[in-house]
């Protein structure tokens, strides 16, 4: 039974687990399943059929429970405790009946049930079964949840009316502490949904965290996110209603493209997130980083495209409505759109185009690291009691490429990243040392003072980049750029203009040679001269 259940259980019930770390636990909770009790003298229970002084421990003879839900409709009618008696007797459900239902069995001979009765319970339970995923808490990984797939085995010999899925969660913290009664810092569901309403609860529920690693519901989180949905329905409602915002039409422009590219790639990434009911990437792709993108495209047009608002409107409330339904709903019957939003279709799977995404990313950072660079080159001159006056000149410089020790140590930290990708920046040191570019310092013949700063060289070269990785990804340490970051610049400069709040005249983007003045493939520099 044993083996049959690990067996099984490894080919079916991975069907989903959704983390590996639970899976872990159900493996060894198959094993150590012998040692717990399977029958007790008080409590609940049903009684061994050959000692009525025992009770079967009442949560291993439980575990199928939710066949039952199936049919119960049939059996306790409108009361469940009973009260009002059902269409069957509790005496005519024996043995013979349960297998009929549950397991096709024929109808039994001098049924009290008739056959056209029993046929429809059976047509419920194989309408509903098998539980396509159950919710529960990581408590009930080394009981409950594994009995239940022991005694499913027990019962059918089909796979596939095993439980499909199991999804398992921690516990609740409110605000970084634990949920107590005794120290208040306690909420019911319906005391949240008061004071945030359903919305807003569900936004921050599903912001506090998956797996099972307990998770923090923040109310500012709630409080926060009234005000942004509040923010997004007056500008959906001044584009859509009010025709307040102007719109243009015709060809797509580089920043409409961009914004279309980063649209698909939020409609992607939510789509996987919820498959795999990981909600809070779910709320980070379909709220968090499409109104970012929303919100950098608006300020950085002179005009917006009217047929890509559009489009943003429509997928940004489909995606965002399986966590904040009410909002997302009310917002699609408001702008004339068709139907329920709970019936409209996922939106189209269009391509992300990775030369498009990365310009994108790269266009952020490089606004944000420019207006850093701006604003601290302003704060000197205030400090210096300087003219508060507009630089006469604003350069960005791009790299023109690697030099050859800097693509060796990129080509080492790639192979340290595909080994050791969920822990790469604890990794990559042991081998850095080892490479012959620090070796070969011992042996070079250089001095001291002149080896070591040859060592910082090399080693903050290296920090920088393994860093990039894990904000970026692998591809922060690619040698090959996907696209000519001086071309790209060049043709964007009117938005640099707008994102740093410079006349774009005077914004200079050249690029430069590989070793000059600290510029790096996907990390330019920035120069600022002011007249005085």
Known sequence: WQSQTS???????????YNPRVRVRFETAVGWLK????????????????????????????????AYYTVCHKLQSAALDGSIP????????????????????????????????????REEFEYWYPMDVRVSGKDLIGNHLTMAIYNHVAIWDDAKMWPQSYFCNGHTMLNNEKMSKSTGNFRTLEDACVMFSADATRLALADAGDGIEDANFVENVANKNILNMTTEERWMTSVCLDKSVPLRSGPYNNLDLLFANAISRCVH??????????????????????????KFYVDKSKIIHGELTDRFIEEQLIIFSPICTHFCESMWQRLGKPGLIVNARWPEARPVDPVLSSQYTYLLDLCRDARKKL???KDARQRAKLPDTSPVSFEILVSGGYLDWQE??????VGVFKKNKDNFINNWRKPFMKHQLITSIKKSGLSKKDSK??????????????????????SALAIKTLFDEEVFLKDMVEVLGQALGLDPRVLVIRKVSKSDRGAKPMAP????????
């Open 7 to 17: 067996g099984q259980y490894q080919r079916r019930v991975h069907g989903e687990l």
């Open 35 to 66: 040692e717990w009790a399977c029958s007790r003298r008080m409590g609940l229970g049903t009684f061994l059929p050959w000692d009525k002084k025992w009770v079967i421990e009442a949560l291993s003879d439980s575990t199928i429970y939710w």
């Open 86 to 121: 059902g269409l069957i007797k509790p005496e005519d459900m024996n043995d013979a009946v349960w297998e009929y239902i549950f397991r096709r069995g024929s109808y039994p001979k001098g049924c009290a049930v008739s056959e056209s009765l029993l046929k429809e319970l």
């Open 269 to 294: 990434e939510a789509d996987r997130a919820y498959s795999k009911m990981k909600y809070r990437d779910a709320l980070l792709a379909a709220w968090f980083q499409l109104q970012n993108a929303k």
């Open 375 to 377: 604003d601290s080159e």
């Open 408 to 413: 060796e140590i990129l080509g080492l930290l």
């Open 453 to 474: 700063k040859r060592m910082n060289e090399l080693m903050s070269f290296a920090q920088y980049m393994a860093q990039a990785a894990v904000d970026r990804g692998e």
């Open 525 to 532: 520099v920035f120069a600022c001269t002011w007249s005085t």
